[in-house]
């Protein structure tokens, strides 16, 4: 959301009183994919878990390491979504398998195997992406990808009140990305700000805050590339408010071979739906290019506030396929 922009969308009369006053949150979360990169487990389990059209396998790493990556476990095993913040995570248990994890935070105690920027923080076991008026965060996994290999994400986040978005983002430009406040979600530009959007990208957006640009005068959850946050590649309405008390559970899994990504969201823990909310055609390595691939979440907060909102990412895996 953005006064600035003087675009904003006026909501429905019960969306102007529950906006009045109140700042915009942006949270994007955003994965970046980058490089052909062997992962190798790096902090805690997450959730909810990863999972591409195969069950889901999560591989159990050292959630509360502060040093370097720990190697690799041999073992695969069935994994207990965590407790993370005052909302209990699903609860998903797997199968032993072969597939490979890349890294798995169960909640996050510090900053270790992230690459934070702007005003993305670690705070009360969260990885605050953005917090007060007008901020921007974005916080990038160590750990690149190889943007030709099938991936599954799984991350719960919470957005305290009512702002502008969080977002899933796969980018191929740098461990220091980061776009606007505001409508720019922390990965999009946002007029007047100067900051450049994030590019070459690919972003799944949860889109709280309706502006003139995009495609409905309600909350949404949509695909976009290269920062672009005017133009949509597909979009849904989540049937569930991306803001207020709670997290919402996020599944996306990306099959490289048919060049599909799939989206899938809830409020209700531990529950995955079976079908997804968006799906959608995009080919990963035209979109990012060959090289370092960077994966990663993103979020701001708008202009327009009295009160501090939140926007905060409560867990976060990645697993290759
Ligand atoms: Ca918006």
Redesign the pocket.
């Known amino acids: 959301m953005s006064a600035r922009s003087g675009r904003i969308i006026r909501p429905s009369p019960r969306r102007q009183i529950s906006r009045r006053g109140i700042a915009g949150v942006a949270a994007v979360a955003v994965l970046a994919v980058a490089g052909a990169v062997t992962f190798s487990a790096n902090s805690a389990a997450g959730i909810p878990e990863a999972s591409l059209d195969a069950p889901p396998v999560l591989v159990l790493a050292n959630a509360a390491s502060s040093g370097p990556a720990t190697p690799e476990p041999t073992r695969v095993a069935p994994v207990s979504a965590p407790a993370v913040g005052r909302t209990r995570p699903p609860t998903v248990k797997m199968p032993m398998s072969k597939v490979a994890p890349v890294f798995s935070f169960r909640g996050f105690p510090d900053d270790a195997h992230l690459r934070l920027n702007g005003s993305a923080t670690v705070a009360d076991g969260r990885l605050v992406l953005a917090s007060g008026r007008d901020r921007a965060g974005s916080a990038w996994a160590t750990t690149t990808i190889d943007p030709s290999r099938s991936f599954s994400t799984g991350f719960t986040f919470e957005i305290s009140k009512i702002s ?2 969080i977002a899933f983002v796969v980018q191929g430009r740098s461990g220091t990305a980061r776009g606007s406040s505001g ?1 720019g979600l922390g990965y999009g530009a946002r007029p007047g700000t100067g900051r450049p959007r994030i590019r070459p990208s690919l972003a799944v957006e949860f ?1 709280a ?3 003139a640009f ?1 495609p409905v005068d309600r909350q949404h959850v949509a695909v976009t590339r290269n920062g672009d946050v005017t133009r949509h590649l597909v979009w849904t309405e989540p049937g569930f408010s991306l803001y207020g008390r709670g997290v919402v559970n996020v599944w996306i899994d990306y099959d490289a071979r048919m060049h599909r990504l799939r989206v899938y969201a809830s409020r209700k823990s531990g529950f995955r739906p079976a079908e997804p909310l968006v799906t959608t055609s995009v080919d990963l390595r035209r979109i990012v290019g060959t090289g370092q691939t960077h994966v990663g979440l993103t979020g701001g907060t708008g202009i327009t506030t009295v009160a501090d909102p939140v926007a905060a990412v409560t867990a976060w895996n990645l697993k290759l396929r």
Request: no cysteine; aromatic share 12%.
């Open positions: 502008d978005g409508e889109d805050w309706p502006n995009d």
